[in-house]
């Protein structure tokens, strides 16, 4: 198993920036592909982000395109969400989460393809 855990949250102004992370520890010499989700209250968990084992593969939602970024640096076990331009629908708690994987080109979307979870951040956007 791969333990997650997610910082860089907090409460930003409209049109500000933020910085996720997501630090991996525990069986990190296995691949494993990775994403970010988000959940707002009352509503379903929806996925943001995703990023193959080999980085190269990259997804963002509409929601979020040409503001959000999804990166990793696999030598620190490390992933990140540069967030810009924030708007408070973006306002939710960010959860990042990792799949053991042999295809290290291909992310995955869908929430029920992960296994291990971080226990989130919240991310605060005021208008």
């Known amino acids: 198993q791969v333990q997650l855990v997610e910082s860089g949250g907090g409460l930003v102004q409209a049109g500000g920036s933020l910085r996720l992370s997501c630090a991996a520890s525990?069986?990190?010499?296995?691949?494993?592909?990775m994403g970010w989700f988000r959940q707002a209250p009352g509503k379903e968990r929806e996925s943001v982000a995703a990023?193959?084992?080999?980085?190269?593969?990259?997804y963002v939602a509409d929601s979020v395109k040409g503001r959000f970024t999804i990166s990793r640096d696999n030598s620190k076990n490390t992933m990140y969400l540069q967030m810009n331009m924030l708007k408070p629908e973006d306002t939710a708690v960010y959860y990042c989460?990792?799949?053991?994987?042999?295809?290290?080109?291909?992310?995955?979307?869908?929430?029920?393809?992960?296994?291990?979870w971080g226990p989130g951040t919240q991310v605060t956007v005021s208008s």
């Open positions: 989460a990792a799949k053991y994987t042999s295809f290290v080109y291909t992310y995955y979307t869908p929430s029920y393809e992960y296994t291990n």
């Open positions: 525990g069986r990190t010499s296995n691949k494993y592909a």
């Open positions: 990023i193959s084992w080999s980085g190269t593969a990259t």
